[in-house]
């Protein structure tokens, strides 16, 4: 989604080589055009384009050689179509400043009206907009007072960076409810604005989280900080290095391919240290203030959305069954807007891969107003939702670029079942058979391995059912949020119409929708109801639908003689196999989108970084 990247400070080099630079390192946020604004000859000089950042970069040789104060944007489009002129950088109707803006301003409307009330024309369609009018309806040369006016009349969220004609050198930003840093490279004395620390070059710098509400200043001489009443404040520095890692593909042809091979490496990673095999015991070393609250804890809330709201469902159950603690599964953007759902005896535990999704980060601000203690699990360190949560741990993932989320889910899934051992630990004084436990966790990377090298018999299966515009998948207990994701997963990079259901309840519905052109997905690997599943899939056949079922070895398919199966090799514990399953349904996905010649790495309408409601 929307990403900033600024610079001011003393610049040393091309200022357009840098904002071009950095908005390449947003690129993986997903976006749908771009731009850049600086002052050329005391003149605010803008230039966007739609599509890549390549074709920015093509517009802005001209401007190669100047090291000017400069803002840029990759924007993801919320308020207004994929136009040029509503991509940022926006301006007043002077073209006297330029700014830059992620997030929404849920009052633009009425904003809108006033100014144009008193003589604005609007250019775009944007709500960003707005606030360049807003700023230049308030200016009375002094940047920070009229800053702090224009936040004041802002509702929502927003980080925004700004540059004026009057004040040459100097960048001006502020935000509310969305991350923006400052990282001071102290060696070549540049300061660059971004909302995304993985915009930075590789180097040391001095950062800066700007906390709601703060205002800052930045030429070539001073960064200043100021409070929401004007008012300085000091800076508190944490240095970060920032080392490049090359995102390639390797041998692989799409990031999302490579992703899920790299399954067995992460899980491995996520798991190092975090057990004692000799003593069956769990490691997470979580801190004493946890395990102190911990036997106070009477109900487990699980957020997330998407992907990361599919490993809380099945973790919720996980715990449930086997902590015997109430835990439920909630979907950020709905949990958010529930009263009453926590006090200060519950556990939420956020989920987020990226640590920036805006619907889980809101969800735990509401969580946390209600008294609940917050916990959270993602894959980036220094993610906005580590500072809204009282603990954390780290999945080890390392970086995913498609859009598809894999390995993250995977690991999360992995961690969870950590953690779930380890309340289990802390509530009894010990682990029911933590070996057999740790040795099970310790098999699931040659387990997907073991999946991986059976990668040509789903490519064969998505080749022959790929041409189904209608796909069913259904399932019972850990095995039905098992095919949430998947169908998730199919839908996001095949553009077919899924739905899910879990077994049980097709006869109350959706079996009106089976005909010979419907494909239904079987997942029949929770042993206890796996007769039941399958009296289901008779019922779809007897309708002529068509099946694809995934079981394990030892389960016999000859009573339901599916269209296509595959078998899943193993011997492992029930709540564990939704890994397996997700890994085969991954691979079955890429290859119908494979099949369809879609772009797998970046889907259409969807961005990495979910940061907007
Ligand atoms: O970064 P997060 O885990 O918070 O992201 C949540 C969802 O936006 C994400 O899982 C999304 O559903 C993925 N594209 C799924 O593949």
Known sequence: MCGIFGISGKIAVSSVDLCIAGLKKLE???????????????????????????????????????????IAHTRWATHGG????????????EKNLALVHNGIIENFYELKLYLKKNGVQFL??????VIAHLFSHFYDSNLLNTLKRVHEKLIGSFAVACIHKDHPNT??????????ILALDQQKGQIIVTSDRNALYEGEFQTVDLEDNQIALINENTLQLYDQNGLITPLQFTPLFVKNTSHDKGEFSHFMLKEIHEQPHAIRRTLEGRYDLEN?????????????????????????????????????????????????????????????????????????QSGETADTIGALREAKRQKAKIFCITNVQHSSIIRESDFHLMTQAGPEISVCSTKAFTSQLLLLYLLTLEFYQMKHGFLDQGNTWIQNLRT????????????????????????????????????????????????????????CYPAGELKHGPLAL????????????????????????????????KIFAIAQKNQNLEE??????????????????????????????????????HDIDHPKNLAKSVTVE
């Open 444 to 499: 699931l990377p040659s387990l997907i391995e073991s999946v991986l090298q059976k990668k040509s018999l789903i490519q064969e299966i998505a080749k022959q059912t790929c041409q189904f515009d209608k796909v069913l998948f259904i399932g019972r207990q850990y095995m039905f949020y098992t095919a949430l994701e998947s169908s998730l997963k199919l839908k996001e990079i095949s553009y077919i119409f899924s739905l």
């Open 124 to 129: 775009s369609d944007t709500d960003t907009e």
């Open 171 to 180: 960048l001006i930003v502020t935000k509310r409810d969305k991350p923006l």
């Open 82 to 93: 994929v136009v040029e002129v509503n991509a940022h950088p926006h301006i007043d109707n």
């Open 560 to 597: 339901i003689s599916p269209d296509f199966a595959f078998k899943i090799d193993v011997s492992i514990a029930q709540p564990l196999l939704p890994i397996l399953y997700s890994v085969v349904l991954q691979l079955y996905a890429f290859y119908v989108a494979l099949e369809k010649g």
């Open 514 to 545: 089976v005909d010979e052109n419907t494909l239904t997905i079987a997942l029949l690997g929770h042993a206890p109801t796996f007769q039941k599943t399958c009296s289901n899939v008779q019922e779809i056949q007897a309708r002529k639908g």
């Open 280 to 352: 069956g015991q769990i490691l997470l070393n979580l801190p004493k203030n946890f395990k102190e609250f911990f036997p106070k804890v009477s109900k487990i809330a699980l957020i997330g959305c998407g992907t990361s709201y599919h490993a809380a469902c099945i973790i919720a159950h996980f715990i449930e069954e086997f902590v015997r603690i109430p835990a439920q599964a909630h979907i950020a953007s709905e949990f958010r807007y529930k009263e009453g759902l926590t006090d200060e005896s519950t556990l939420v535990i956020g989920i987020s």
């Open 28 to 70: 993986y946020r997903g976006y749908d055009s771009s731009g850049i604004a600086l002052l050329n000859e005391g003149q605010i000089e803008i230039v966007k384009s739609c599509g890549k950042v390549e074709s920015l970069e093509k517009r802005v040789l001209h401007l190669k050689d100047l090291k000017a104060v400069s």
